[in-house]
């Protein structure tokens, strides 16, 4: 069973559309998870740390459910520079190792 | 500015050859990883350092190398007994202990002919 998993899409939305990402961890010891960004043929770049009370930016809305063991990413009115693979990621200490989900891609479309 | 240097961008090499990628950062991160990344799908972890002349083995270690001689230098060596090595090379570093994010190089992109 893997560490993370994401449902790899894509997701095609149009612009000013709501769209929402899902993962799940099977780790109960993970400890810090995060939201990444990845363009074709880049790096993966952090898009938001994910909180336990939940966090916010700007358009971007993440959740963190550890009795569920999920975690969400909402984009509200998306733009056409939205359109990525989203990467879940959650980091367990005792092992200093951070584990990727597959990526969820999304396209926004005019 | 601090941040992740991989050289080269993009390499090219024979089969049977042996290729070295260079990872530098001066983040002052104790924490440095290799992951490989194929079209289409997510990265995988290759190697792993916490701390200078020590690293451990991830997920799909076969074929490769690593040192950590310095702090800021966690250069890997593919070699030639990677059966597949094409593939999109990605390092990254963290604070000790995973605190905190990751922070990625640009990449270095192996092609092999």
């Known amino acids: 069973r893997k560490e993370v998993e994401q449902d790899p899409g894509p997701f095609n939305v149009p612009e000013g559309a709501t769209v929402a990402f899902n993962c799940t961890y099977s780790?109960?010891?993970?400890?810090?998870f995060f939201w990444y960004r990845q363009d074709c043929r880049k790096e993966p770049k952090l898009l938001m740390s994910?909180?336990?009370s939940g966090n916010e930016d700007g358009r971007f809305t993440a959740q963190l459910n550890r009795a569920s063991q999920y975690i969400s990413l909402l984009i509200r009115d998306s733009k056409l520079s939205d359109s990525a693979t989203y990467l879940c990621?959650?980091?367990?200490?005792?092992?200093?190792?951070?584990?990727f989900g597959s990526g969820t891609k999304l396209n926004v479309k005019p | 500015d601090g941040g992740i240097t991989q050289s080269p961008k993009y390499l090219f090499r024979k089969e049977g050859q042996n290729v070295t990628l260079s990872c530098e950062q001066n983040?002052?991160?104790?924490?440095m990883y290799w992951y490989r990344q194929d079209p289409g799908q997510g990265l995988r972890l290759i190697y792993y350092?916490?701390?200078?002349?020590?690293?451990q083995k991830g997920d799909i270690a076969e074929g490769y190398s690593v040192s950590r001689e310095k702090k800021e230098s966690f250069p890997l060596t593919v070699t030639s007994a990677q059966k597949n090595p094409t593939a999109f090379y990605l390092c990254?570093?963290?604070?000790?202990?995973?605190?905190?994010?990751?922070?990625f190089g640009e990449g270095s992109r192996l092609t092999v002919l």
């Open positions: 990254a570093s963290s604070e000790n202990r995973g605190v905190g994010e990751l922070f």
């Open positions: 780790n109960s010891a993970s400890q810090s």
């Open positions: 994910v909180y336990s």
């Open positions: 990621v959650v980091n367990i200490y005792n092992f200093n190792k951070f584990y």
């Open positions: 983040l002052n991160h104790d924490a």
């Open positions: 350092s916490q701390i200078v002349n020590d690293f």
